[in-house]
């Protein structure tokens, strides 16, 4: 059973362009969270997403960023318009759930740099 | 709002010594705390995850405690190596999201 796996593993994006992250759940799990890491600092909660729905986006900031995670294929987060700021490691993880327990498996991350 | 806090934020310690890593959580409504391994510039590594049901885990040389009544867990580390340096998180899981703390810098040095 694969991990979770991010791609690209490092990107570079000028100011002003578009980013695309992706992220495949380990088979099976259909629960996804992103979170961000900036330089110095410690990981913060972006988004929760299920199939086809958003259930938390507290954390997203309310500009340029978006994510989804269609029926079919990886999630998807998308920052518009990047500014040097975005610059972070994003990592993804999916949640497994069986009663009271729950464990989330984080992908390798994705690592943005905005020149 | 829940809060994760490590103490002390970096540690320099001689190889060979056992040595503490304290976390602490203000909403004690947790599923599970989990204690994260984080070289430099790569991922997480997951070393324990202990339920809200549980009172300690161990791996190896590593033991985790979970005292949920104070908000607190400890990691303790047995026998020290220069290759257990790294960045230490600890984090819990509430109902939708886990929340980290900033991290514990550990150097061991040989």
């Known amino acids: 059973n694969a991990g979770v796996m991010q791609n690209p593993r490092h990107l570079v994006r000028r100011r002003g362009q578009e980013a695309r992250l992706r992220c495949s759940p380990m088979?099976?799990?259909?629960?996804v969270y992103w979170y961000r890491q900036l330089p110095e600092e410690g990981l913060k909660f972006m988004v929760y997403?299920?199939?086809?729905?958003?259930?938390?986006e507290s954390g997203m900031p309310k500009e340029r960023f978006s994510a989804e995670f269609p029926k079919e294929g990886p999630s998807i987060l998308r920052i518009q318009q990047v500014v040097r700021g975005d610059s972070a490691a994003y990592f993804c993880?999916?949640?497994f759930g069986l009663g009271d327990t729950y464990e989330q498996y984080f992908g390798p991350g994705t690592r943005l740099t905005v020149t | 709002k829940q809060e994760v806090t490590q103490i002390p934020a970096a540690l320099s310690v001689p190889e060979g010594e056992n040595l503490v890593l304290n976390c602490s959580f203000t909403?004690?409504?947790?599923?599970?705390l989990q204690w994260f391994r984080q070289d430099p510039g790569k991922g997480l590594t997951s070393l324990l995850l202990?339920?809200?049901?549980?009172r300690e885990q161990t791996s190896g040389r590593l033991n985790a405690s979970l005292d949920k009544s104070s908000g607190r867990s400890t990691l303790y580390i047995a026998a020290s190596q220069p290759g257990d340096s790294a960045t230490y998180l600890c984090?819990?899981?509430?109902?939708?999201?886990?929340?980290f703390g900033q991290g514990t810098r550990l150097t061991i040095n040989p």
């Open positions: 993880a999916s949640l």
């Open positions: 088979k099976g799990h259909s629960h």
């Open positions: 997403l299920q199939k086809e729905n958003i259930i938390d």
């Open positions: 909403d004690s409504a947790i599923y599970n």
């Open positions: 202990i339920q809200s049901s549980q």
């Open positions: 984090a819990v899981q509430g109902a939708q999201k886990l929340v």
